[in-house]
């Protein structure tokens, strides 16, 4: 049997939770509270062998005993240990009551020594937002927010849980808290844990998102200010007027877990309104005639005609060059005589003055 455990540890002590389901919807097994000193009881007593999944949450103050534990779960062997912040705890919760009560819009209101959680669930989704533990600073929350819960649940493990709740007076709507509510942070851890396993060992295969709390087989709804119902199948807590509870030590002769007692049921606890039948799924649809598709037609890429080789043109030869025009030579220049030269005698008289005063020579050439 596959089994998931969730643990919530705060400074003081550690709650946790072990419920049926590889999807931890299915029924409490055992649940209890103890001191950080028992650490090694509570692993001892869940049965490791059995474990699909555990999921651990802590409050700040608890961040060196969760550390320890985490190292004794990983000491025995388990690897499938799963840290869930508060928040993310709270987110699962508060979601698993929403869809197991059938509320469109709801708020829960996890109250812790030291802090609170408003977590708001409506058709966008699902918020948290951390406050101080006070009424007036939970109503804030839910005045910002812009969807109109149809209830609100006030859970935690807060000393003055019951005063916290009534001064929800003011609301319009259904107030409801529970007995042994401090157990819903572990049921949370649990939840988350175990869709966290189931994602990372998922096949394949079409994956049906879990139901988000299938653990969650009623919640009782009433038209009163402040309700005090037996959540047991919600939170997997019974409605007992002794919270004190103590773990079961290990069986010291044989050295096996002692095995602890199994929680009463839901029937046994408190009596459980008979839920209305769902109603009947709608006729499915006729499958869609199956359409042969056409035959996909060769599309021929027509090619591209290959262009005429570009004839080559030569270029025209230049013309010969004409034959230089004859120049007939130059006529040789024409002979000229040289001048006679004169007669001596006739240098001698134009040598002298006076005899040429009276005798003009006569020069055989011309003037």
Same mark, same amino acid.
């Given at each position: 049997?596959?089994?998931?455990?969730?643990?919530?540890?705060?400074?003081?002590?550690?709650?946790?939770?072990?419920?049926?389901?590889?999807?931890?919807?299915?029924?409490?097994?055992?649940?209890? !509270?103890?001191?950080?000193?028992?650490?090694?009881?509570?692993?001892?007593?869940?049965?490791?062998?059995?474990?699909?999944?555990?999921?651990?949450?802590?409050?700040?103050?608890?961040?060196?005993?969760?550390?320890?534990?985490?190292?004794?779960?990983?000491?025995?062997?388990?690897?499938?240990?799963?840290?869930?912040?508060?928040?993310?705890?709270?987110?699962?919760?508060?979601?698993?009551?929403?869809?197991?009560?059938?509320?469109?819009?709801?708020?829960?209101?996890?109250?812790?020594?030291?802090?609170?959680?408003?977590?708001?669930?409506? @058709?966008?989704?699902?918020?948290?937002?951390?406050?101080?533990?006070?009424?007036?600073?939970?109503? !804030?929350?839910?005045?910002?927010?812009?969807?109109?819960?149809?209830? *609100?649940?006030?859970?935690?493990?807060?000393?003055?849980?019951?005063?916290?709740?009534? @001064?929800?007076?003011? @609301?319009?709507?259904?107030?409801?808290?529970?007995?042994?509510?401090?157990?819903?942070?572990?049921?949370?851890?649990?939840?988350?844990?175990?869709?966290?396993?189931?994602?990372?060992?998922?096949?394949?295969?079409?994956?049906?998102?879990?139901?988000? *709390?299938?653990?969650?087989?009623?919640?009782?709804?009433? @038209?009163?200010?402040?309700?005090?119902?037996?959540?047991?199948?919600?939170?997997?807590?019974?409605?007992?007027?002794?919270?004190?509870?103590?773990?079961?030590?290990?069986?010291?002769?044989?050295?096996?877990?002692?095995?602890?007692?199994?929680?009463?049921?839901?029937?046994?606890?408190?009596?459980?309104?008979?839920?209305?039948?769902?109603?009947?799924?709608?006729?499915?649809?006729?499958?869609?005639?199956?359409?042969? /598709?056409?035959?996909?037609?060769? *599309?021929?890429?027509?090619?591209?005609?290959?262009?005429?080789?570009?004839?080559?043109?030569?270029?025209?030869?230049?013309?010969?060059?004409?034959?230089?025009?004859?120049?007939?030579?130059?006529?040789?220049?024409?002979?000229?005589?040289? /001048?006679?030269?004169?007669?001596?005698?006739?240098?001698?008289?134009?040598? *002298? /003055?006076?005899?040429?005063?009276?005798?003009?020579?006569?020069?055989?050439?011309?003037?």
């Amino acid at each position: 049997m596959d089994l998931v455990l969730g643990l919530s540890m705060t400074s003081a002590d550690v709650r946790w939770v072990l419920v049926e389901g590889p999807t931890a919807e299915g029924a409490t097994v055992c649940r209890n !509270a103890a001191d950080l000193d028992t650490l090694d009881d509570i692993i001892a007593a869940v049965g490791d062998d059995r474990l699909h999944a555990v999921g651990v949450t802590w409050a700040n103050e608890a961040e060196d005993a969760a550390s320890t534990l985490l190292d004794a779960l990983a000491d025995r062997g388990l690897y499938n240990v799963i840290t869930v912040s508060e928040e993310e705890a709270a987110d699962s919760l508060a979601a698993g009551i929403a869809d197991r009560g059938g509320y469109g819009d709801v708020a829960v209101c996890m109250v812790e020594p030291d802090d609170a959680l408003v977590t708001v669930v409506d @058709a966008a989704g699902v918020t948290t937002e951390r406050v101080a533990p006070d009424a007036d600073e939970m109503l !804030a929350v839910l005045d910002r927010a812009e969807s109109h819960p149809d209830a *609100i649940f006030v859970l935690g493990t807060a000393d003055d849980i019951d005063s916290i709740a009534a @001064a929800f007076h003011g @609301a319009a709507v259904p107030v409801i808290t529970a007995a042994e509510a401090d157990l819903a942070l572990a049921r949370g851890a649990a939840l988350a844990s175990a869709r966290a396993v189931n994602t990372l060992d998922a096949r394949p295969t079409r994956w049906r998102m879990p139901s988000r *709390i299938g653990a969650l087989t009623s919640v009782a709804a009433a @038209a009163v200010v402040v309700f005090v119902v037996a959540l047991s199948a919600v939170l997997g807590l019974a409605m007992t007027p002794d919270r004190d509870s103590t773990v079961a030590q290990r069986d010291t002769g044989t050295g096996q877990p002692a095995q602890l007692p199994i929680a009463p049921s839901a029937a046994q606890a408190a009596p459980q309104p008979v839920p209305a039948a769902p109603p009947p799924p709608p006729p499915a649809a006729p499958p869609p005639a199956a359409v042969t /598709p056409p035959a996909a037609q060769t *599309i021929v890429e027509a090619v591209a005609p290959v262009p005429d080789a570009i004839p080559m043109i030569e270029p025209p030869a230049a013309p010969a060059p004409a034959p230089p025009a004859y120049v007939p030579p130059p006529p040789p220049p024409a002979y000229v005589p040289p /001048p006679p030269q004169p007669r001596l005698r006739d240098r001698i008289i134009e040598r *002298i /003055p006076i005899i040429n005063r009276f005798h003009e020579p006569q020069y055989p050439y011309g003037n």
